[in-house]
């Protein structure tokens, strides 16, 4: 065993997260690699899709214990307010609770399982989690360095701001 050299991931990921810092870190507390439980209980009722109960059963709770977060904006009273997984490994996003990849590929069967379980108790949670590849940390243009995962979070908390 030894020490790592970063706590990042891969290069991606640190720019991703020094460009979400960069952006939101004057107003908001800007969190990388958070426990997945230290912002979702994981336990209780959650609603799905159709506004359906359902709960979390023991195995997917176990597989929630090890996984965490990859970005998490938070309030400076430190309340989540939205979360970032960077799919840098496979360039994926979600639309709602649904995992897709660019190359429209079925990727691993088990991240993928895992992703959509992350999703599934986020959205039952009503929070705002977003999984979001490369293309979407990128600026839109020479001049503009604002991105598509800016936009996102953007629309979030001025969302919560007008409530």
């Known amino acids: 065993m030894g020490v790592r050299d970063t706590v990042f991931g891969s290069a991606m990921e ?10 939101w870190g004057k107003n908001y507390h800007v969190y990388h690699n958070l426990p997945f439980l230290s912002v979702f209980t994981g336990k209780g ?6 506004c359906q109960p359902f709960t979390v059963s023991d195995e997917e709770y176990e597989i929630l214990k090890k996984t965490s977060i990859d970005f998490t904006v938070c309030d400076k ?12 490994f496979q360039d994926g996003f979600n639309v709602g609770t649904k995992y897709h990849l660019r190359n429209r590929s079925e990727g691993r069967k088990d991240r993928r399982a895992k ?26 243009s020479e001049s503009v360095r604002l991105t598509i995962a800016d936009g ?12």
Do not use: M, N, W
């Open 14 to 23: 640190r720019r991703c997260f020094r460009k979400l810092q960069e952006t």
């Open 45 to 50: 009722e959650l609603l799905d899709g159709d």
């Open 152 to 163: 996102l979070i953007g629309e979030v908390l001025s969302f919560r701001a007008t409530r």
């Open 115 to 140: 992703i959509e379980l992350k999703l599934r108790v986020a959205h039952g949670s009503l929070f705002p989690y977003f999984i979001l590849g490369s293309e979407e940390f990128r600026g839109l």
């Open 77 to 88: 009273k430190e309340k989540p307010l939205v979360c970032v997984e960077f799919d840098g």
